[in-house]
T-cell receptor
Framework: AQSVTQLDSHVSVSEGTPVLLRCNYS??????LFWYVQHPNKGLQLLLK??????LVKGINGFEAEFKKSETSFHLTKPSALMSDADEYFC????????????FGTGTRLQVTL | DAGVIQSPRHEVTEMGQEVTLRCKPI?????LFWYRQTMMRGLELLIY????????DSGMPEDRFSAKMPNASFSTLKIQPSEPRDSAVYFC?????????????FGPGTRLTVT
């Protein structure tokens, strides 16, 4: 079975400083991994996805993530945080058998302060 | 495109009442998913359809929950009878494996409160 573990439930950074949201995965297969962002009172939006191509994946809004098989990690980063980045972020793995069923991590709430 | 549309956005009902949540997927998408989000359990997949056919309903919590997709542009999730522990945000999502594989587009959700 596939699973993801988000190591921090809350992360607080100052505006203009780097963002690091951590995610470890567990998978019997080569996984496909995603990061989604949830805006308050809205649905989820795909930030980026890794599907066994380049290990460094660039997404929207300046975010990127690096797939590291040796560390079973898929951390989300951004060089410089904006106030508008304050949201909840979910690391997600997809079931390779169905290519449809998503398993979500518990989420990391990002706070950005002035 | 209008995106995935869900209605109602908010629903407050009394225990024992029937609740119906509605979803209109993005036109041309052949997969539709229902998720539930709670503080205790996070985001969980309840059921998903492919070409209007239910493929996996193993996430449906119990027989009080049922979902249908009578055509490619409409799906319902029904709870009968509702209970306070059903209070959650219910999301619908759709995707098309023929286009951008894996990416699911989520609706804004329905916040259900059962008193």
């Amino acid at each position: 079975a596939q699973s993801v573990t988000q190591l921090d439930s809350h992360v607080s950074v100052s505006e203009g400083t780097p963002v690091l949201l951590r995610c470890n995965y567990s998978s019997s297969y080569s996984p496909s991994l995603f990061w989604y962002v949830q805006h308050p009172n809205k649905g989820l939006q795909l930030l980026l996805k890794y599907t066994s191509a380049a290990t460094l994946v660039k997404g929207i809004n300046g975010f990127e993530a690096e797939f590291k098989k040796s560390e079973t990690s898929f951390h989300l980063t951004k060089p410089s945080a904006l106030m508008s980045d304050a949201d909840e972020y979910f690391c997600v793995v997809i079931d390779p058998g169905t290519a449809s069923k998503l398993t979500f991590g518990t989420g990391t709430r990002l706070q950005v302060t002035l | 495109d209008a995106g995935v549309i869900q209605s109602p956005r908010h629903e407050v009902t009394e225990m024992g009442q029937e609740v119906t949540l509605r979803c209109k997927p993005i036109s041309g998408h052949d997969y539709l998913f229902w998720y539930r989000q709670t503080m205790m359990r996070g985001l969980e997949l309840l059921i998903y359809f492919n070409n209007n056919v239910p493929i996996d309903d193993s996430g449906m919590p119990e027989d009080r929950f049922s979902a249908k997709m009578p055509n490619a542009s409409f799906s319902t999730l029904k709870i009968q009878p509702s209970e306070p522990r059903d209070s959650a945000v219910y999301f619908c999502a759709s995707s098309s494996h023929g286009r951008v594989k894996y990416e699911q587009y989520f609706g804004p959700g329905t916040r259900l409160t059962v008193t």
